[in-house]
């Protein structure tokens, strides 16, 4: 056999290694990006589920709770400020007495809630309804902005 020979022979052999080589690597990406693609998914799995999970419930399922709404219904907001006067005598009679059910403070707040009936921010309603008696006395006085009238 001539060198020639030997030369192709081992070139063919270099080339056919470089080509098994080739293949082994490409298939170790390929392992290597399933791999990744599997731990990926596995992280917005995990993710998901911590994500909906509940503290202290059985098993780590998530709770889902109902919304209920407000006894009353919904009504607007006082944004013109319209019986803020009066809202702001009523906190700062809660304030002076702590907070104690005082007379005082139930008139502040049976005045407050005529206002916003009188206003249309809340659907009329008798007082007994809204937790007041008969034997409340008669809500203070109010001037034109809604604050009391100083006696």
Request: glycine share 8%.
């Amino acid at each position: 056999m001539t060198i020639e020979y030997h030369l192709v022979a081992f070139e063919y052999s270099v080339i056919e290694a470089s080509k098994a080589q080739d293949a082994r690597i490409e298939k170790a990406q390929n392992d290597l990006r399933a791999e990744a693609v599997a731990l990926i998914q596995a992280h917005k799995d995990s993710a998901k589920s911590n994500a909906t999970m509940s503290f202290g419930a059985p098993g780590g399922g998530a709770v889902s709770a109902k919304p209920v709404p407000p006894e009353r219904g919904s009504f607007p907001l006082d944004h013109d400020g319209e019986c803020k006067p009066i809202m702001a005598d009523y906190l700062r009679c809660l304030r002076r007495v702590r907070g104690i059910n005082d007379e005082e403070c139930r008139l502040l707040a049976k005045g407050y809630l005529k206002c916003r009936m009188e206003r249309n921010l809340m659907a009329p309603d008798s007082m007994k309804n809204l937790g007041f008696t008969d034997d409340d006395k008669s809500s203070p006085k109010h001037d034109q902005a809604g604050g009391m009238k100083k006696l």
